[in-house]
């Protein structure tokens, strides 16, 4: 079984930036394909971006093509999602997710592992 704890959620104004990161125990990290999602208030959890297992590949979301980052460090056993340009249309809690496997993911009932979610909050 792997834990994954996010943080690196905060308030910022839009046009800014933010780094999330998602530390991982428990198993070898290197193991497990990982996943951002995030839900808003009142709002379904969606798809963010994805990453396999190596890091070779990755797939985002059309709503955060272009500004948003995937990227891992497995030696760290930590992911992180790099937010550029953020808009107020970005706000909400944002979850690291992993799940063993050699492909990349963008299912929610794909990922079988979660964190606790960090809150991102986007002000106009």
């Known amino acids: 079984q792997v834990q994954l704890v996010e943080s690196g959620g905060a308030l910022v104004q839009a046009g800014g930036s933010l780094r999330l990161s998602c530390a991982t125990s428990?198993?070898?990290?290197?193991?497990?394909?990982m996943g951002w999602f995030r839900q808003a208030p009142g709002k379904e959890r969606e798809f963010v971006a994805a990453?396999?297992?190596?890091?070779?590949?990755?797939r985002y979301a059309d709503s955060v093509k272009g500004r948003f980052t995937i990227s891992r460090d497995n030696a760290k056993n930590t992911g992180y999602l790099k937010m550029n340009s953020l808009k107020p249309g970005d706000t909400a809690a944002y979850y690291c997710?992993?799940?063993?496997?050699?492909?990349?993911?963008?299912?929610?009932?794909?990922?079988?592992?979660w964190g606790q979610g960090t809150q991102v909050t986007v002000s106009s």
């Open positions: 428990g198993r070898t990290f290197s193991s497990y394909a």
């Open positions: 997710a992993a799940r063993t496997g050699s492909d990349y993911y963008i299912r929610r009932n794909d990922y079988n592992y």
């Open positions: 990453i396999s297992r190596s890091g070779s590949v990755t």
